[in-house]
């Protein structure tokens, strides 16, 4: 199944959603065995989604949480990579399109599906879950995303906590306090810690397993993913583990003069702003720095005060370049109102060798400033 008539193979099903049904000839034409144009497109994929995961034998894993969830996903892929035959979620293939679209997806021979849940709303989770049915349901973190909508960090907890009520499984920090109380009583919980993480040679060793990452803050996601793998049953590797992040997540990339790009472009909030922002010093390594900062989307009433606290710690970045409204509580050396003007300010003012890091909320697009900057 297929919603994107260019990614047509032949016998694919073409579902028309979002003005889809304008593609309906390019998708026969790509070799489409059937398309469908639904009343409900939702409603649709998600009959469809169900079917498939009714007929399918794999075990399912559902991963959600405020932060780190793509990259969660991306870990335990490469990890069961290594013993399964597993079929993982596309990029952020995380809403009501998306899922569907990673169930469909599994074969006769497919052993783990690792879906990923996004949520905007209340009873989301709870949808989504009904439709995979997963087996185990992981909580990376709860952190302040999606306060405008949400209204409180309990709010939050409790619209995560949906994935525990469906779930025989639940894999939860152990340091999750706002989460406990929405623990479903007789679950089976694993919980796992902040690990302590040794960088050696340009890869990352957490809980005596050696990534292909050198990002600290992907621990407590590197050590959520082998829970999963515990509790699944899969031995753990011996060897190093290569992850391939989705497009736009701590991606790195050599600059003029030795330079070095980190786009991280995909979302932003003040959790991840802050991880991003400690790894940019770490993998300057006496670089100058430079920090391509958009506006963090979402944050309610408190959301010039998370901007004022992301600027005071990018106090030690050289140059911090800001993009959108928000963006200038960062007080930045540097403002632009959108990423296309951010463009041209960037490359004014990073020099080669210089350091770099891209990183803003998904609806301030600063993927193409990365790209301008690596062009």
Same mark, same amino acid.
């Given at each position: 199944? =297929? ?17 889809? !049904? ?5 998708? $026969? ?22 079917? *498939? ?23 335990? @892929? !490469?990890?069961?990579? =290594? ?5 993982? @979620? ?42 995979? =049915? ?6 990376? *973190? ?16 409790? *619209? ?10 639940g894999v939860i920090p152990e340091d999750a306090p706002e989460l406990e109380p929405f623990v479903p009583p007789g679950l089976d919980v694993r919980r796992f810690r902040e690990p302590e993480v040794e960088i050696r040679n340009g890869h990352a ?8 990452? !050198?990002?600290?803050? =992907? ?16 031995? $753990? ?38 991880? !991003? ?13 430079? /920090? ?8 309610? /009433?408190? /959301? ?37 003007? @951010?463009? /041209? ?31």
């Amino acid at each position: 199944m =297929q919603v994107d008539s260019r990614r047509i193979r032949p016998g694919d099903l073409f579902v028309a959603v979002s003005g889809g !049904a304008a593609y309906l000839a390019d998708a $026969r034409a790509n070799g489409a065995a059937a398309t469908l144009v639904p009343d409900d497109a939702f409603a649709a994929l998600a009959a469809i989604g169900h079917a *498939a995961r009714e007929r399918m034998s794999a075990r399912v894993v559902a991963v959600t949480g405020s932060v780190g969830k793509t990259s969660t996903k991306d870990i335990l @892929a !490469a990890l069961l990579r =290594q013993r399964a035959k597993v079929v993982a @979620a596309e990029d952020g293939y995380n809403n009501e399109v998306g899922l569907p679209l990673t169930l469909c997806r599994a074969e006769r021979d497919t052993d783990v599906v690792v879906t990923e849940m996004g949520m905007r709303a209340p009873g989301q989770i709870r949808a989504l879950a009904e439709v995979a =049915q997963p087996g185990i349901g992981v909580i990376t *973190a709860i952190a302040p995303v999606h306060l405008e909508l949400l209204g409180s960090i309990e709010n939050i907890a409790r *619209a995560k906590a949906e994935l525990l009520e469906l779930v025989h499984i639940g894999v939860i920090p152990e340091d999750a306090p706002e989460l406990e109380p929405f623990v479903p009583p007789g679950l089976d919980v694993r919980r796992f810690r902040e690990p302590e993480v040794e960088i050696r040679n340009g890869h990352a060793i957490v809980d005596g397993v050696e990534f292909s990452f !050198a990002a600290r803050h =992907q621990a407590a996601n590197a050590a959520a993913a082998l829970t999963v793998l515990d509790a699944l049953g899969y031995p $753990r590797p011996d060897g190093p583990v290569e992850v391939s992040f989705s497009r736009w997540r701590s991606e790195e990339r050599e600059l003029p003069g030795g330079g070095l790009l980190l786009n991280d472009s995909w979302n932003a909030n003040p959790v991840a702003m802050r991880a !991003a922002l400690a790894y940019l010093e770490e993998r300057a390594e006496g670089r100058r720095t430079v /920090a391509v900062l958009g506006e963090m989307a979402e944050l309610g /009433a408190d /959301a010039r005060r998370y901007h004022e606290e992301i600027g005071r710690a990018a106090g030690t970045v050289s140059i911090v370049i800001g993009v959108g409204e928000l963006a200038r509580a960062y007080e930045p050396d540097a403002w632009a109102p959108t990423a296309a003007e @951010a463009v /041209a300010l960037a490359r004014d003012l990073v020099r080669p060798g210089d350091a770099v890091l891209v990183k803003g909320s998904r609806s301030v697009g600063l993927e193409i400033v990365a790209e301008a900057l690596a062009g």
